[in-house]
């Protein structure tokens, strides 16, 4: 009968038997010690992570919620706002859609939903405004002239 020898973590170990049952456990050998090669280099942590990287997960971390939007532009006069502001408040430095596009677009998104809550809560419409700056907009809001109410009304 054939015998299989192996170490595994510096312990040995002997199988025995048929010539089919030891290339068996030798195959399913080979494919865990190379599951477990790809788990080891997969679980990297956020200490061996570059600079960048760190950076990134520290400004995903960070990011502010739709809620915390609100309050923040509830906070402005006329809620006036535009997304360098957001950066620099929330994130403590300016974001671009070319450095982090995912986060950019997400907090772009969260943004617009931001936007959507106060305009049904105040009865208005945010309205964009061009800046000195290329491809800034700087959002305002105005009130409508008369609630929203009064509009869906029916006549008695």
């Keep these: 009968m054939p015998k299989l020898r192996f ?3 510096e312990q040995e170990f002997e199988a025995e038997g048929t010539e089919e049952e030891i290339l068996s456990l030798y195959d399913r050998l080979c494919t865990h010690m190379d599951e ?3 788990a080891e280099s997969n679980s990297v942590n956020l200490a061996t992570l570059d600079a960048e990287a760190r950076a990134y997960a520290g400004l995903s971390l960070s990011m502010p919620t739709v809620e915390q939007l609100v309050s923040f532009i509830l906070s402005k006069p006329k809620y006036e ?18 450095d982090n596009p995912s986060l ?4 772009s998104f969260d943004l617009q939903k931001a936007r959507k809550v106060i305009e049904t809560q105040k009865a208005g419409e945010f309205v964009q405004h ?8 700087n959002y305002v809001f105005k009130p409508l002239s008369r609630p929203l109410t009064e509009v869906y009304e029916k006549p008695s």
Excluded at 130 to 137: E, G, I, Q, R
């Design 7 to 9: 170490k595994i973590y």
């Design 36 to 38: 477990l090669k790809i």
């Design 81 to 98: 706002h535009d997304i360098v502001e957001i950066e620099n408040h929330f994130l403590k430095k300016r974001i671009t859609s070319r």
């Design 104 to 107: 950019y677009r997400k907090l």
């Design 130 to 137: 061009a800046t000195p700056s290329k491809n800034l907009k």
